[in-house]
């Protein structure tokens, strides 16, 4: 995920900032709210705010988000524990409201609960700078166009969306594509590479003995 960090304790912005980062996050961190504002974009997957900062605080910042439709599932970290505090933050809209202190796999897990739930809802997905899926229609767009595709190409597609930034092996083809037909990797390998061949952007990865995963494409 590519996570916006806003704390303005600096040791704890750098030790949540290298935790993120070493479980496999993109980070970008942030001291001051008002940067944030200024900074802030649909490229970013996941919001983790701290509140009392500087210029803008974390309630401020959503509240600002939500005026514009911006919407990015977030995670309130705080010293803040008054009842009143928390029920503000969940009626603007945040995921999760973490209790300052806390140990960082604590933010992990909630990270990975709203991941899981972002792979199961979202239905638009950026491949690449000029790919994107739409789940709910199977439809696979370049520059905002629907790409005409074989049946099975698009079921590859599809199978490998609904498991994006996750390797799909072999046997989950046979089963969900060829319905369990006895197929052989080669047939598979030649079906993927026919399908890479049509398309305008390499954004198919070959895993080698594993099987293939598309990683989600973020702008830089």
Known sequence: MKILLLEDELMLNNAISEYLKNIGHMVESFCDGQEVLNTINNSYDLLVL???????????ILTELNRQKIYIPTIFISALIDIEDISKAYNLGCREYIKKPFHLGELGIKINQILKK???????????????????????????????????????????????????????????????????????????????????????KNIRGLGYKIDRYYSV
């Open 118 to 204: 972002e792979q199961n809802n979202t239905s638009h997905i950026k491949f690449s700078e000029n790919y994107s899926y739409a789940k709910d229609k199977q439809t696979l767009y370049f520059n905002g166009e629907p790409q005409n595709l074989t049946k099975k190409q698009l079921e590859i597609i599809h199978i490998l969306a609904l498991n994006i930034n996750m390797i799909v092996d072999f046997e989950r083809f046979r089963m969900d594509i060829w319905d369990g037909e006895i197929i052989d990797n080669p047939t598979i390998r030649a079906e993927i590479s026919r399908l890479k061949k049509a398309l305008k952007e390499d954004f198919i």
């Open 50 to 60: 701290d509140i009392n900062v500087p210029t803008k605080d974390g309630f401020e």
